[in-house]
Nanobody, 122 residues
């Protein structure tokens, strides 16, 4: 069984910063990609940022480019999302997602974290 454990959400004023973390643990796996999605009330879940480990590339939704940075610690199977210059419209539940190659089982599948609330408000 694989688990994704998130941390780092909270309440911050506009213009402030937060850093989210997501650690993958459990059975044998290789990380194909890890990223962050968010879902605001009444809206669809959207991809915020992703690291594709196999291609060594990162992608961001346009609305966070220049403000958010995704990074990873390969030794700890952890991905981070540094969020700067936060705006009210960044308020959402942020979910970690990992596409893992379960090589001992012979297939890949996606896992989701439990979600962490980010609220940007004065």
């Amino acid at each position: 069984q694989v688990q994704l454990v998130e941390s780092g959400g909270g309440l911050v004023q506009p213009g402030g910063s937060l850093r989210l973390s997501c650690a993958a643990s459990g059975r044998n796996f290789l990380i194909n990609a890890m990223g962050w999605y968010r879902q605001a009330p009444g809206k669809q879940r959207e991809l915020v940022a992703i690291i594709n480990k196999r291609r060594d590339i990162t992608n961001y939704v346009d609305s966070v480019k220049g403000r958010f940075t995704i990074s990873s610690d390969n030794a700890k199977n952890t991905v981070f999302l540094q969020m700067n210059s936060l705006k009210a419209e960044d308020t959402a539940v942020y979910y970690c997602n990992a596409d893992l190659n379960l090589y001992d089982l012979g297939y890949a599948r996606a896992y989701w974290g439990q979600g962490t609330q980010v609220t940007v408000s004065s």
